[in-house]
């Protein structure tokens, strides 16, 4: 291992925890559930991918590295799936306030 | 590396207690849905981080199995907590 693909994987590491981390702190700081959904997805998305690609480098072969890009992959697709099944069903359920929304497209009359 | 370990362990701790602190106080069930989920890809961060390190790379497919898990289990979730809020509702 190399000094400088070290030095690579550690600065991706550490950025990957530190989007974790915002995410995390928007979670818990933003006032409703849709905002907080955004916080929820897209920082974690980013941070799990910088982590696996930090992790990549290390793993020392491509037959070892293939899981986590499937991880990867996984992840991008299922993180907006999952916001969406939740959001939906929030709204549905009328947990959200339509005074917080700009523009409703769904039709309905809540 | 020892310093990276546990710089980045520390950050991904933290944001694993901002968003028990979400499960915690909801205050909808969707919220806690959220954050179910949110650990569940903490924890993938926090196996891969340790990997890094400690050069274990047999916990990749752990890795896969937590995160199919966690996406499985909060979108049904997810569809479970609304039947029950509609079914509230017509009650």
């Excluded at chain 1, 030095?7 to 702190?25: D, H, K, M, P, Y």
């Excluded at chain 1, 992840?75 to 359920?93: D, K």
Aim: aromatic share 4%.
């Amino acid at each position: 291992m190399s000094a400088a693909a070290d030095v690579v994987s550690a600065v991706l590491l550490l950025a990957g925890a530190g989007f974790c981390a915002v995410g995390a702190l928007g979670m818990l700081r933003f006032p409703d559930l849709l905002t907080r959904l955004h916080a929820a997805t897209k920082p974690q998305t980013i941070g799990l991918l910088l982590v696996l690609a930090g992790l990549a480098p290390r793993t020392g072969s491509v037959s070892s590295a293939t899981p986590l890009l499937l991880v990867a992959v996984f992840q991008l697709i299922t993180a907006p799936v999952t916001a969406q099944t939740i959001a939906g069903a929030a709204y549905r359920s009328g947990v959200v306030d339509p005074a917080t929304l700009t523009l409703d497209e769904t039709g309905r009359t809540t | 590396m020892s310093i990276v370990y546990a710089a980045a362990l520390a950050l991904l701790g933290a944001a694993f207690l901002m968003t028990g602190a979400r499960l915690v106080r909801g205050p909808s069930t969707f919220d806690r849905i959220m954050a179910l989920d949110v650990l569940a890809v903490l924890l993938v961060s926090g196996i891969a981080v340790h990997t890094a390190v400690v050069d274990e790379t047999a916990n990749a497919t752990v890795l896969v199995v937590i995160a199919l898990m966690g996406f499985v289990g909060s979108v049904s979730a997810a569809h479970l907590a609304a039947a029950r809020a509609e079914r509230r509702e017509r009650a």
